[in-house]
């Protein structure tokens, strides 16, 4: 632990040591010589003293060292002088080394009789602290907060009044929006402990949220224990003190979603909103808003039973184009960290989708597409006159896509195009390094040499395999079914999640082999074929993305066009190619966004909006090909909708929008029993059980001298004047 240091509380005190010097001074005033004149009676005196001088020498002596080590100690106690030392008790009271931990996470913003989790944590270490008493050492360290928010944790000495930094510090703590982490707080502590020497006991005040202490089983989190085990190692002891409230409502908003990928202008759509009630109590006329571009567009009043779950649906119909701010918010529970949800999107026009059909017959009209337009829906109105498809379908023959206006689509579906030569499949590089989708059905009259070396070019080009032989039975007695490989990918979720859009249903005689598959493709659905051959495949090119199907898009290969899963297929694909960087839009916590903006759309003068309302001025920087910018957005600790302004010398201004959403979970207040974390961590114990000789005993021990110097103080007093008196005795009885 290395030698005892010597600390002062008030070490401007140690300038009064000089009042040491007064009883020096008197005495040497007192021995000042006079003029003598002779007198009898005196003569006889001074010839008796002679007869005594040397002991009333050492009296006066004795006297002057009493009197001038009190005044020097008396000082020195004014001073308030400790002696650390991290393994031997010292001489006076022992004092304590103990820090408080105070969880800040989102679940503390729980509300009990209009007060928070937060504040009744907050109040229990502001007593904690006041009790501590003068030459204590205390340190404060907060949890749930992001980096930039959390102090750093720093001794303070204890001084009368208490520790006027850290309850100045724990007044301002506000609840965050992330949940605990209690293995990186722990080790946070055993850091500090080791750092500041000696034994320390940290007190922990928390609601306890059960997912941050155990796993859904129910038992121990490895992190956790290993980190206590830091603690102890470092000599440090952690005491809980629970401040959870009792039978809390809430309801948690857990998501927001459109029904469709793709929003268009004039097509109805509805925004689902899941609730789920953790608690076991109902929570009667619970209401829920949705708002766009921040109006109100509907209003549900429910009651949510304990344990219940359900999804809300509120139609909207969007009638401009560009960025639209959709919020869901409800009211009435005891936490606000989870009422609101947000969500940012893309509102376009009508889509134009370009299909490319290799199997077009002028004679009888008849094509590969069919099923395809049939099952998009292009063109279809409701009965009132509502435009119900946001697609605008235009079929060629595949002959003809060098001349077809390929610039205004959004779009590109080559349907078992048959041969692909140099120059269509450069605009189609083309096509999808600008951002476009396309969507290829592969089919018998494909031409495996064009497309090889046109469009796969070893691996260069935008097709994402190497075309294999083409592998059917005519007689349909040979059938495969679909294995879903990726059921996260946004194309996927919905087939993968509901068994009656009738993936499974699906029966496959025949589809093309692919040879080779180039680096970074995603495969989303393969073949339960004895190669597990992979029939539905991503791949992004450029900006663009491509998505091909191993098989055709009529009836000739496969069922699938007649089955629901090829209408949901479609519905999915189709707004993902068309909106691919949608998922961009809507990031999670302290996610960062990373942007290319076109040189087109370079604007000197680029702005950041937060929900607040306030303005952080941004900056482009120039790509490594010269030919774009990057635009980097941190990550934003506080949820909401943020708005990127674009403004060029012109005046010209557009906007662009992201939204930021609070992790899922913090708001099922459910808390883990103090007892069973003691029982599960042996090296917890409970605060609020421990009496002060318990924590005094296992807090560092750091000597506090100023109680001992005022004794000897005292005693020193005394002692002169004991002694005074007695030498005034023993003078006159030896006269």
């Known amino acids: 632990m290395g030698e005892p240091t010597m600390n002062f509380i008030n070490p401007a005190l140690l300038g009064f040591l000089s009042l040491g010097l007064i009883p020096i001074i008197i005495y040497l005033i007192n021995r000042q010589r006079y003029r003598r004149r002779p007198w009898a009676a005196m003569e006889f005196l001074l010839k008796a003293m002679k007869r005594h001088q040397r002991r009333l020498r050492l009296e006066n002596l004795l006297l002057l060292l009493i009197r001038t080590l009190a005044v020097l100690l008396f000082v020195m106690a004014m001073a308030r ?201 109902t929570v009667p006329g619970l209401e829920v808003e949705l708002l766009v571009n921040g109006e109100v567009q509907g209003t549900r009043r429910i009651d949510v039973e304990g344990g219940q779950e359900l999804t809300l649906g509120f139609p909207h119909i969007f009638r401009l184009p560009g960025v639209a701010n959709v919020e869901a918010r409800l009211k009435s529970d005891d936490l606000d960290r989870d009422d609101a949800r947000w969500f940012a999107c893309e509102v376009v026009e009508s ?25 998009i829906g292009e063109g279809e109105s ?118 009656e859009t009738g993936l499974g249903d699906v029966i496959v005689h025949g589809f093309q082999k692919p040879e080779v598959f180039a680096e970074g493709i995603e495969v989303l659905l393969e073949l339960d074929d004895f190669d597990q051959t992979p029939i539905l495949v991503q791949s992004s090119f450029g900006k663009g993305t491509v998505i091909v199907l191993g098989t055709g898009a009529d009836r000739e290969w496969s069922n699938f066009p007649v089955t629901p899963a090829y209408v949901c297929f479609l519905h999915e694909s189709l707004p993902w190619l068309t909106v691919q960087d949608g998922s961009r839009k809507n990031l999670a916590l302290g996610e960062p966004l990373v942007q290319e903006i076109s040189s087109a759309d370079y604007a000197p003068r680029i702005s950041l909006v937060t929900p607040e309302g306030s303005a952080v001025p941004l900056a482009l920087k120039e790509s490594e090909d010269r030919k774009s910018f990057l635009l980097s957005v941190a990550g934003s600790w506080s949820p909401g909708v943020y708005e990127i302004r674009f403004e060029k010398d012109s005046g010209e201004t557009r906007s662009d929008a992201f939204s930021v959403n609070p992790i899922k979970g913090e708001g099922a207040l459910v808390f ?64």
């Not at 260069?460 to 996260?488: A, C, N, T």
């Open 672 to 735: 883990a029993d103090p007892d069973g974390i003691v029982e599960i961590y042996p090296a917890v114990q409970r605060g609020d059980f421990l009496n002060e000789n318990e924590s005094e005993s296992t807090s560092g021990r750091k000597g506090d001298l100023w109680y001992p110097l005022f004794s000897t103080v005292l005693l020193l007093l005394v002692l002169e004047t004991g002694l005074a008196s007695f030498f005034s005795r023993a003078r006159k009885s030896s006269r």
């Open 351 to 375: 889509v134009k989708i370009l299909v490319a059909d290799g199997g077009w017959n002028p004679d009888d009209e008849s094509s590969e597409s069919e099923w395809l337009v049939a099952a």
């Open 81 to 281: 002088p400790s002696l650390d030392d991290g393994t031997l008790p010292v001489i006076g009271r022992t004092a304590r080394q103990e820090a408080v931990i105070i969880d800040a996470s989102a679940s503390t913003a729980a509300t009990l009789a209009s007060r928070t989790t937060l504040q009744e944590a907050r109040e229990q270490a502001r007593s904690l602290l006041l009790e501590l008493e003068t030459g204590d050492r205390t340190a404060l360290l907060v949890g749930g907060l992001p980096p930039a928010d959390t102090p750093t944790p720093r001794l303070e000495l204890v001084v009368a009044g208490g520790p006027a930094d850290i309850l100045g510090q724990l007044e301002q703590i506000s609840p965050g929006w992330l949940p605990l982490t209690p293995e990186f707080l722990i080790s946070e502590a055993a850091a500090f402990a080791a750092e500041e020497g000696g034994d320390w006991v940290f007190h922990l005040f928390s609601d306890f949220q059960k997912a941050d202490w155990f796993q859904e089983d129910g038992t121990e989190l490895p992190s956790v224990r290993k980190a206590l085990e830091l603690l102890e190692s470092s000599g440090g002891q952690l005491l809980i003190h629970n401040v959870a409230p009792t039978k809390p409502r809430n309801v948690s908003l857990t998501s927001l979603r459109p029904s469709s990928g793709l929003i268009s202008t004039d097509v109805p759509l509805s925004f689902q909103v899941d609730l789920v009630n953790k608690g076991t109590e």
């Open 382 to 499: 409701s009965s009132r006159g509502i435009r119900l498809s946001p697609y605008n379908v235009e079929v060629i023959p595949d002959d003809r896509l060098l001349s077809a206006d390929l610039d205004g689509a959004r779009i590109l579906v080559l349907a078992d195009v048959s041969r692909m030569n140099p120059a269509e499949s450069e605009r189609i590089s083309k096509f999808i390094s600008d951002g476009g989708g396309v969507l290829v059905f592969t089919g018998s009259r494909m031409d495996p040499a064009s497309w090889t070396a046109n469009a796969w070019q070893n691996g260069e080009g935008w097709f994402p395999w190497k075309p294999g032989i083409s592998i059917s039975d005519p007689r349909r007695q040979v059938f495969y079914h679909w294995l879903i490989k990726d059921p996260e990918h946004p194309v996927m979720e919905y087939l993968a999640g509901d068994p």
